[in-house]
């Protein structure tokens, strides 16, 4: 049996609303060498298993889990079926632009793993975002990211594992972070849309929460440039807007 080229990893819990938009963004795509591994938790909550066994096609592969984990581990569960010669991260909420996986098997000739730029999706208002994971910024989701599997298999030497089954959410960033030190080129081409939802892991985190864990990761990880570019950002230029404030 010939092995897929591309292995799509894609968490999913109570995803009954946005699956099957997610999942026919994978089958417009314009490049069709790939499998889909679902990691679905606790399929008996929602109609979600349904909608995927809907499909009629072979690509499309669940691996269910009967009780809830966190994300990470339903990622490094998929992650470890995986076949293909390249790993494309998708949550179950979000979906591509058709040519994404064309466009990204293309231009990873020479690099260890690619990024590029993103849509967030509000109720269908869509915002370009411009930011890199990992280059200007540690927030940012796995979507954007195009990685070579040995690539992933290093990193799981070096740590242990490829995503943190200690972190309740953010892990996605993390392994970001720890790909910094490999081969990478950006692209400002938007070639996924992230889906601003309110309940999700990304809506449901504060502000101060999400910057005390970037925070944290930075110093992790040890990027230094990072961690001083959000505290820049976060502490010292609002501590010298309030002080202008005072003296006026």
């Not at 591994?37 to 072979?58: C, H, Q």
């Not at 200007?136 to 995503?163: N, P």
Request: with cysteine; net charge neutral; aromatic share 10%.
């Amino acid at each position: 049996m010939t092995r897929p080229q591309v292995s799509i990893i894609i968490p999913a819990y109570k995803s009954e609303e946005h699956i099957k938009q997610c999942i026919d963004s994978l089958r417009a795509q314009t490049y069709y060498d790939w499998e889909a591994l679902i990691a679905l938790d606790a399929p008996d909550l929602d109609s979600t298993v349904e909608i995927l066994n809907g499909y009629k096609d072979g690509r499309i592969k669940i691996h269910m889990s009967w009780e809830k984990g966190n994300v990470a581990q339903a990622r490094n569960r998929a992650l470890r079926e995986a076949q293909g010669e390249f790993v494309a991260l998708l949550d179950a909420d979000d979906y591509w632009e058709p040519d994404k996986l064309e466009f990204c098997v293309k231009s990873i000739k020479g690099k260890d793993w690619i990024a590029h730029c993103s849509w967030l999706d509000y109720n269908g208002l869509r915002i370009l975002d411009e930011t890199y994971p990992g280059y200007d910024t540690a927030i940012g989701g796995t979507g954007v990211i195009f990685i070579r599997r040995d690539v992933l298999s290093k990193v799981r030497e070096e740590w242990g594992y490829v995503f943190n089954e200690k972190m309740d959410r953010n892990d996605d960033a993390d392994l970001v972070l720890r790909l910094r030190k490999y081969n990478s080129m950006l692209y400002p081409n938007p070639l996924s849309y992230q889906r601003m939802r309110s309940g999700s892991l990304t809506s449901t985190t504060t502000k101060w929460h999400t910057r005390w864990i970037v925070l944290r990761m930075c110093a992790r990880n040890k990027a230094w440039d990072l961690l001083a570019f959000h505290v820049q950002e976060w502490v010292l230029e609002p501590l010298v807007k309030i002080k202008k404030k005072v003296l006026k």
